[in-house]
């Protein structure tokens, strides 16, 4: 995407806006990983910051914003992908200026975590009653 203005072009790759999405999802509580697949980078012992998300920008500035995720089990799935959107399109558009049309979620999984880590990282909030 490249906006015109006096002093020069302004390009933001969408690789920065995915970037972006992934870092936001790390702060919702309940989302346990991104991405689907294993990539090479990942076999080769690196992580991809923007696995898992793919962006799409059209001419106008708007944007789409497809994310891969897993979710612990435990929580309701459709609270923690509704505020997965609200802080993807929030961080996108406060650092972008770019306006999200779209944050699709595709939950392709559920992570069970055990015990210890569970009861040290705050149990109980946003979970599904059980």
């Given at each position: 995407m490249t906006l015109e203005k006096q002093l020069?072009?302004?390009?933001?790759?969408?690789?920065?806006?995915?970037?972006?999405a992934a870092i936001a999802a790390q702060e919702v509580e309940g989302v346990a990983s991104m991405g689907g697949k294993f990539s090479l980078s990942e076999m080769l012992?690196?992580?991809?910051?923007?696995?898992?998300?793919?962006?799409?920008?059209?001419?106008?500035?708007?944007?789409?914003?497809?994310?891969?995720v897993k979710i612990e089990y435990g929580y309701n799935m459709y609270d923690a992908a509704h505020e997965l959107q609200r802080k993807i399109k929030n961080s996108v558009e406060q650092m972008t200026g770019l306006a999200v049309e779209k944050v699709n979620i595709i939950i392709n999984g559920i992570i069970l975590r055990d015990k210890k880590e569970k009861s040290s990282s705050g149990e109980g909030k946003g979970k599904a009653s059980r």
């Amino acid at each position: 995407m490249t906006l015109e203005k006096q002093l020069g072009d302004i390009r933001i790759e969408n690789s920065v806006v995915a970037t972006i999405a992934a870092i936001a999802a790390q702060e919702v509580e309940g989302v346990a990983s991104m991405g689907g697949k294993f990539s090479l980078s990942e076999m080769l012992g690196r992580k991809d910051a923007d696995r898992g998300v793919k962006v799409e920008i059209e001419e106008n500035s708007r944007v789409t914003i497809y994310v891969d995720v897993k979710i612990e089990y435990g929580y309701n799935m459709y609270d923690a992908a509704h505020e997965l959107q609200r802080k993807i399109k929030n961080s996108v558009e406060q650092m972008t200026g770019l306006a999200v049309e779209k944050v699709n979620i595709i939950i392709n999984g559920i992570i069970l975590r055990d015990k210890k880590e569970k009861s040290s990282s705050g149990e109980g909030k946003g979970k599904a009653s059980r």
